[in-house]
């Protein structure tokens, strides 16, 4: 029905070889948590939600964030992973196969899925290029941070970064090497194994720089002005905006999560995984933010500095500390390891899509990375040649100011991710039915899974609808 035969040959307990794609399965209930988390945590929790964060007036947009982030996203995340692992392949054929299963139209939910599957190498088109420049910024950490001395030294760098786009091409270009290495590797020997390694080593780097920035900088000041909410300051674009992060920090809404969830091991509840992963996701997400915003206090920064935040203005402090080049040091290459655990999860539905069709895992992979690649040139340009260009500037409005780079993340997160949410919300709660959602969860008590049914058939989609409409609209 859809196309050749071959993902047909679904079986069970096989592992990884690019042959058996219905096969392939993490070892165990840890190995997904371990992996999901690694999808989740990454940029958007230390580079995106405390600039986001900063730019949105701190708590009123924190708190909001929390609030979306356990009763929006998180059913959305155990819909993806029990959609994903009820369907068993990639999220075009596990999207399209249930929906005829059902007697919906499996053509439509095809290409709902492909479009996901897709999306996902856009966001890394802009991932790798903030992920290349992680490793450039661990390189600065070798010279305590030498260019970052005062304010017009800082934003002397980051032109120096901005003006050069072959460099940035390049740093991008090794980012993209790296997550090829471990998604070609395949899902157990390269994702899950890598991971085991990974995890550890982020959770340790990020301890120590949480508990420096806490002895040495602004804590209290950090903690008031992260939740001490001023909610004059809300109004429906800030909301939207703390709805899209949510999305984005759980990796959910473009099928990254539905392609893991086809691997998760029989017997491991998609919602008590889904739970682990989303307390791991907020825990780092807030950890970042009492590691960046006592050292921008303490320091006398902007926390509204924009994406700048943590790559102008925290090098400063980096620079002016004691011990600024460890932390600093650990800080980014933190960064660097949450980046490229997401980069994975976002080529393996592209490549897991691509094996079902026949193509070898390693090819898969390398066509990923090109496209990724060449869409990347759009954030390339926006960042440097091109950062006065404003194609959309003929709307005016807002989009006199936008660039590529600007439409490609907020396009993303404000109406991409928002109609994606509502689309796996309609399909997990209105379309399986729901002995068939149920079924999904044999061993959790049944009320739980009730309230989740219950939200992504009633207020999921209908936040998700006033939040587009007001946000889009009046915001
Ligand atoms: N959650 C990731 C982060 O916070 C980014 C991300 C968004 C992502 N959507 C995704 C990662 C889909 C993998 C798959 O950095």
């Given at each position: 029905?859809?196309?050749?035969g071959?993902?047909?040959?679904?079986?069970?307990?096989?592992d990884?070889?690019?042959?058996?794609?219905?096969?392939r399965?993490?070892?165990?209930?840890?190995?997904?948590?371990?992996v999901?988390?690694?999808?989740a945590?990454?940029?958007?929790?230390?580079?995106?939600?405390?600039?986001?964060?900063?730019?949105n007036?701190?708590?009123?947009?924190?708190?909001?964030?929390?609030?979306?982030?356990?009763?929006?996203?998180?059913?959305?995340?155990?819909?993806?992973?029990?959609?994903?692992?009820?369907?068993?392949?990639?999220?075009?054929?596990?999207?399209?196969?249930?929906?005829?299963?059902?007697?919906?139209?499996?053509?439509?939910?095809?290409?709902?899925?492909?479009v996901?599957?897709?999306?996902?190498?856009?966001?890394?088109?802009?991932?790798?290029?903030?992920?290349?420049?992680?490793?450039a910024?661990?390189?600065?950490?070798?010279?305590?941070?030498?260019?970052?001395?005062?304010?017009?030294?800082?934003?002397a760098?980051?032109?120096?970064?901005?003006?050069?786009p072959?460099g940035?091409?390049?740093?991008q270009?090794?980012?993209?090497?790296a997550?090829?290495?471990?998604?070609?590797?395949?899902?157990?020997?390269?994702?899950?194994?890598?991971?085991?390694?990974?995890?550890?080593?982020?959770?340790?780097?990020?301890?120590?720089?949480?508990?420096?920035?806490?002895?040495?900088?602004?804590?209290?000041?950090?903690?008031?002005?992260?939740?001490?909410?001023?909610?004059?300051?809300?109004d429906?674009?800030?909301?939207?905006?703390?709805?899209?992060?949510?999305?984005?920090?759980?990796?959910?809404?473009?099928?990254?999560?539905?392609?893991?969830g086809?691997?998760?091991?029989?017997g491991?509840?998609p919602?008590r995984?889904?739970?682990a992963?989303?307390?791991?996701?907020?825990?780092?997400?807030?950890?970042?933010?009492?590691?960046v915003?006592p050292?921008v206090?303490?320091?006398?920064?902007?926390?509204?500095?924009?994406?700048?935040l943590?790559?102008?203005?925290?090098?400063?402090?980096?620079?002016?500390?004691?011990?600024?080049?460890?932390?600093?040091?650990?800080?980014?290459?933190?960064?660097?390891?949450?980046?490229?655990?997401?980069a994975v999860?976002?080529?393996?539905?592209?490549?897991?899509?691509?094996?079902e069709?026949?193509?070898t895992?390693?090819k898969?992979?390398?066509?990923?990375?090109?496209?990724?690649?060449?869409?990347?040139?759009?954030t390339?340009?926006?960042?440097?040649?091109?950062?006065?260009?404003?194609?959309?500037?003929?709307?005016?409005?807002?989009?006199?100011?936008?660039?590529?780079?600007?439409?490609?993340?907020?396009?993303?997160?404000?109406?991409?991710?928002?109609?994606?949410?509502?689309?796996?919300?309609?399909?997990?709660?209105?379309?399986?039915?729901?002995?068939?959602?149920?079924?999904?969860?044999?061993?959790?008590?049944?009320?739980?899974?009730?309230?989740?049914?219950?939200?992504?058939?009633?207020?999921v989609p209908?936040?998700?609808?006033?939040l587009?409409?007001?946000?889009?609209m009046?915001?």
């Open positions: 029905m859809f196309g050749s071959k993902r047909d040959s679904v079986s069970a307990g096989r990884s070889s690019a042959a058996a794609p219905g096969g399965r993490f070892g165990s209930a840890l190995g997904f948590v371990l999901a988390v690694g999808a945590v990454g940029l958007g929790n230390v580079w995106k939600f405390p600039y986001l964060a900063g730019a007036g701190g708590a009123v947009f924190v708190l909001l964030y929390l609030f979306f982030l356990l009763a929006v996203a998180l059913p959305i995340l155990v819909a993806e992973v029990a959609i994903g692992r009820r369907g068993r392949a990639s999220p075009p054929h596990a999207l399209a196969r249930q929906a005829s299963e059902f007697g919906r139209a499996s053509g439509f939910w095809h290409a709902a899925g492909a996901g599957v897709w999306i996902s190498l856009v966001i890394m088109s802009f991932y790798s290029v903030i992920g290349g420049w992680t490793i910024f661990l390189v600065e950490a070798g010279s305590g941070f030498a260019a970052f001395a005062d304010a017009a030294g800082a934003l760098h980051q032109r120096a970064l901005e003006n050069d072959l940035m091409l390049g740093l270009l090794l980012f993209i090497l997550t090829v290495a471990i998604v070609a590797a395949g899902v157990r020997s390269g994702i899950e194994r890598s991971m085991r390694v990974m995890a550890p080593l982020m959770a340790v780097l990020l301890i120590i720089v949480v508990a420096f920035a806490l002895f040495n900088g602004a804590g209290a000041r950090a903690l008031a002005w992260l939740f001490a909410a001023d909610w004059a300051k809300l429906g674009s800030v909301a939207l905006a703390a709805l899209g992060q949510a999305f984005f920090t759980l990796s959910v809404g473009i099928g990254g999560m539905m392609t893991y086809a691997y998760l091991p029989e491991a509840s919602l995984t889904s739970l992963v989303a307390a791991a996701d907020t825990a780092v997400a807030l950890l970042a933010g009492l590691a915003f050292i206090f303490a320091h006398g920064l902007d926390p509204a500095a924009g994406p700048a943590i790559f102008i203005t925290l090098p400063m402090a980096f620079h002016a500390m004691p011990g600024g080049a460890l932390v600093g040091g650990a800080f980014f290459l933190f960064l660097l390891l949450a980046a490229l655990t997401s999860a976002l080529y393996e539905p592209f490549v897991a899509y691509r094996i069709r026949g193509m895992r390693v898969a992979t390398i066509l990923a990375a090109a496209v990724s690649w060449a869409i990347g040139l759009v390339v340009a926006s960042l440097s040649v091109a950062r006065d260009v404003h194609p959309l500037g003929f709307l005016g409005g807002a989009f006199t100011q936008m660039t590529g780079f600007d439409l490609i993340t907020l396009g993303i997160d404000k109406l991409i991710l928002p109609l994606g949410a509502l689309l796996i919300a309609w399909f997990a709660g209105r379309i399986l039915a729901e002995r068939a959602f149920t079924a999904l969860f044999p061993d959790d008590p049944p009320p739980c899974v009730g309230l989740i049914r219950l939200a992504l058939r009633s207020w209908l936040a998700i609808l006033v587009l409409v007001s946000g889009l009046l915001g």
